[in-house]
């Protein structure tokens, strides 16, 4: 195609370089930009621009015509050649829609608008304003419909990159066109949008209300319940674990209103994966376990007076017993349904609440807590007293799950969790894990590269982002904030530590594990960057690439593609408790008020003194 054709040439093109993905409803937005927050008559924020003829060309936000509702659009003039401007997205290799709201003042004049997803080698889709017509060229041009001069239209192009096909949408969002054209040539991914203006002095065109996106979640979550076994759960091994995971992101899904489908429970009939998680919660409940609990050294973990807990493993192997409780545990406090029955025969807390499992569930856990090697923390199974079943020690992985789980038990939203009280004395003693788990000046082992940072079964052993995400979400917890010292001194590990480019102790590429964790502990503090890092912005970005085409994600640290898949879900939905709320302000009590309220004492023990006498004298 002749690039000295005059109009607006618009390219979705393939560049790799990768910016910050941002999401709204159901989709993950690669772009979304209808400038209205850009600068009148400057250039638009966020784009790299290039210019043939700098002194005459123009590419700035323009305030007096834009499209519906938007306050602004970007207006381009070539003054002899061409102007144009970009932005880049990860690189996909799936399905990708594109919306560009284009409009110019000559339709007539050869290709006056070009809009061509592209991937870094060339344009895989080419549509025009061609002659006066709406045309998509495959090798010919194929007409679509008239246009106007002067009017705007919204062009959607959904782009699928395994078939290399795409449907064509213009100003109806819901009805293409046509569907099935065939892209230009062979293309594995598409990266990035420019938009150019060719030739054409004087005449202007104007693009508004650009978006790339993709259905990244929900093809996540339709994968991910499809591995959904005969018997409920998931997975072959620690199934436990799998399916509480599983179980918890459609809980969450079907409450997100950002992502999800905005739903008052995931039980309502509306809910198209409302089995998967009642499915799932019965293979839960099918591998619970009744255990005496009692006193311990540093308080009373049976709030409710019964003498029994409950744990969930996978088979009779106490090894990752506190692990798969912990999980199990958050996945029942995330249903919404606190006085839900359970309903499996066989079961052994079959006909309770769920509220009264998740209960005994956090009564077992508070009593599973540590007294000896590693106090306050948990291992892979209780320590009763200082007698501990399996590994005689704590570690910050089996802690951090455990926490977790008692976290949502605790959370006072009832979309999140059932707001059971813990004891306290499992938060205290949680703190003196805390202080003795984080690396810092004077633990054995230190290194000024490790400060801050979590280790393993020591503090200064093992240290890496993934436990440090732990460390905050515990922090977190037991009532610390982020302006505490400990949670920045964590932080600013995570800070020396992001550019890693490895997987341990750092998070790249793909450590799915160590982006959750971290995501948990950032969302429990109202934590948004790290050391001018968004940290959100950076981990969907490397999701979003990394995704297979068929919704899955594979080959992450420490899991299979189930796992994998869970906590790149997880992560991409920021499913985590919320922040506790700040404490409410402390009046301050002016002198006037002071006075007021030693009058108002004295009259209330006044009636207090006549209503004790009244009584004597009858």
């Known amino acids: ?67 519906g509702a938007s306050g602004k659009s970007v207006e381009l003039i070539s003054s002899s050649d061409s102007v144009g401007m970009g932005m880049d997205h990860p690189p996909i290799s799936r399905t990708v829609t594109y919306e560009v709201c284009v409009r110019s003042d000559d339709v007539t004049s050869g290709e006056t608008i070009t809009i061509s ?26 007409d679509i419909q008239d246009i106007s001069a002067d009017t705007w239209y919204k062009i959607k192009i959904v782009a699928d990159v395994p078939t290399n096909t795409f449907d064509i949408y213009v ?62 759960s998931w997975g072959t091994s620690d199934t436990v674990g799998r399916t509480g995971l599983a179980v918890k992101k459609l809980e969450h899904h079907a409450v997100d209103c950002k992502y999800g489908h905005c739903l008052d429970s995931p039980f309502n009939p509306a809910y198209p994966y409302a089995e998967n998680v009642s499915r799932g919660l019965d293979y839960l409940f099918n591998h619970s376990y009744i255990i005496p609990i009692g006193m311990q050294t540093h308080g009373n973990p049976d709030t409710d007076g019964d003498g029994i807990g409950v744990y969930f493993v996978d088979g009779t ?10 999980i199990a545990l958050m996945a029942i406090a995330e249903s919404t349904t606190p006085d839900r029955m359970v309903d499996v ?43 501990w079943t399996d590994l005689p020690r704590s570690d910050n ?16 939203d009832p979309l999140q969790g059932f707001n059971i009280p813990i004891p306290q004395f499992v938060k205290d003693e949680l703190n003196i894990w805390i202080d003795y788990i984080q690396c810092k000046p004077g633990k054995p082992g230190y290194d000024p590269a490790l400060d801050g940072g979590s280790g393993y079964t020591a503090p200064c052993e093992w240290v890496n982002i993934l436990k440090t995400g732990n460390l905050l979400k515990e922090m977190a917890f037991v009532g610390d904030t982020k302006d505490t010292p400990r949670v920045q001194n964590a932080n600013d590990y995570i800070c020396r530590h992001w550019m890693d ?79 506790k709320p700040a404490p409410a302000p402390v009046p301050t009590l002016t002198p006037v008020g002071l006075i007021a309220m030693i ?10 003194i006549r209503t004790s006498i009244r009584k004597k004298r009858r």
């Open 345 to 387: 025969p066989g079961s052994a807390v079959n006909g309770w609440t769920y509220y009264e499992v998740a209960v005994d569930t956090m009564n077992y856990l508070a009593w599973a807590q540590a007294e000896t090697n590693g106090r306050g923390g948990w291992g892979y199974a209780q320590c009763d007293n200082g007698t």
């Open 501 to 579: 480019d490895n997987d341990d102790p750092g998070w790249r590429p793909n450590n799915y594990h160590a982006m959750y964790t971290t995501m948990k502990g950032f969302v429990s503090l109202d934590i948004h960057e790290t050391c001018g890092y968004d940290w959100q912005a950076e981990f969907e970005d490397a999701i979003v690439a990394q995704q297979n085409p068929d919704g899955s994600w594979s080959g992450c640290k420490w899991g299979d593609p189930i796992l994998c898949t869970e906590w790149a879900l997880l992560t991409l939905q920021k499913a985590a408790p919320p922040p």
């Open 599 to 608: 009058g108002l004492l004295s009259v209330i023990a006044a009636i207090s």
């Open 317 to 326: 192997d106490p090894h990752h017993r506190n692990y798969e409780t912990g």
């Open 397 to 412: 992985s089996n802690s951090g799950w455990v926490v977790l789980g008692l976290q949502y038990a605790e959370t006072k």
């Open 1 to 67: 195609m002749d690039n000295k054709k005059k109009g607006i040439e618009i390219f979705i093109a393939a560049i790799v370089v990768l910016m910050s993905v941002s999401g709204v409803m159901a989709q993950m937005y690669l772009i979304d930009d209808n400038f209205d927050s850009g600068t009148t008559g400057a250039d638009p924020a966020g784009w790299w621009l290039w210019e043939d003829e700098p002194a005459g060309d123009i590419i700035q936000v323009n305030d007096v015509l834009y499209y």
């Open 171 to 232: 100003d109806d969002m819901n009805i293409p066109v046509l569907t099935g054209c065939d892209f230009r040539d062979a293309c594995t991914q598409l990266d990035g949008l420019t938009i150019q203006h060719w030739g054409k002095n004087d005449v202007a065109g104007y693009v508004d209300e650009v978006k790339a996106y993709t259905d990244t979640i929900d093809e996540g979550i339709a994968w991910l319940a499809a591995q959904q076994n005969p018997d409920g």
């Open 117 to 142: 997803p592209q991937g870094s080698s060339g344009p895989w889709v080419t549509m025009a304003w061609h002659s006066g017509k709406l045309s998509y060229f495959d090798g010919r041009w194929y």
